[in-house]
């Protein structure tokens, strides 16, 4: 599996409010999104730099994953995600070779990306996501044909 580029970097937050401030106002970078992501039980916001995106992550449930991280670690850095071409295919070659999956279907994540996580113990300890950008040209030919 060759990543791409490092496609973001999640962080968990405790207060996503709190923390687009010091983004905003003391690193001087911009929100240019805010979104729920169901599935994975968080409130996001994203910020560009270059190609890669600081992506906070703050929990919407008592018993969410964000929310059992910051209580076992604090605040931090949660995962760094990877680009990739055919998330599907990544997935099952990284099984082949006993890594171990959390998802072993891509999930759908924050800005219609298909997303899955990678468990830490396979990887030295960093949680790692794989994302791959759907191509929303094709959907808007369907959606207009329609
Ligand atoms: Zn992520």
Request: charged share 35%; with cysteine; proline share 3%.
């Given at each position: 599996?060759?990543?791409?580029y ?5 962080i ?7 923390s ?63 680009a ?24 759908k ?22 994302c ?15």
């Amino acid at each position: 599996m060759i990543p791409k580029y490092i496609e973001h970097i999640g962080i968990a937050v405790s207060n996503l409010k709190e923390s687009i401030s010091y983004y905003e106002e003391i690193l001087g970078l911009t929100c240019y999104a805010i979104e729920e992501v169901v599935d994975q039980k968080v409130k996001t916001a994203f910020f560009m730099l270059g190609q890669t995106k600081i992506e906070l992550l703050e929990s919407t449930d008592p018993d969410g994953p964000i929310a059992r991280f910051i209580e076992k670690r604090g605040e931090g850095i949660h995962h760094i995600a990877f680009a990739v071409d055919d998330i599907e295919g990544r997935l099952k070659d990284l099984e082949e070779k006993g890594i171990q999956l959390i998802d072993k279907d891509p999930k759908k994540g924050a800005e219609g990306l298909s997303m899955a996580f990678l468990h830490p113990k396979s990887t030295h300890g960093v949680l790692t996501e794989l994302c791959e950008a759907r191509e929303k040209k094709v959907d808007k030919r369907i959606h207009r044909s329609d």
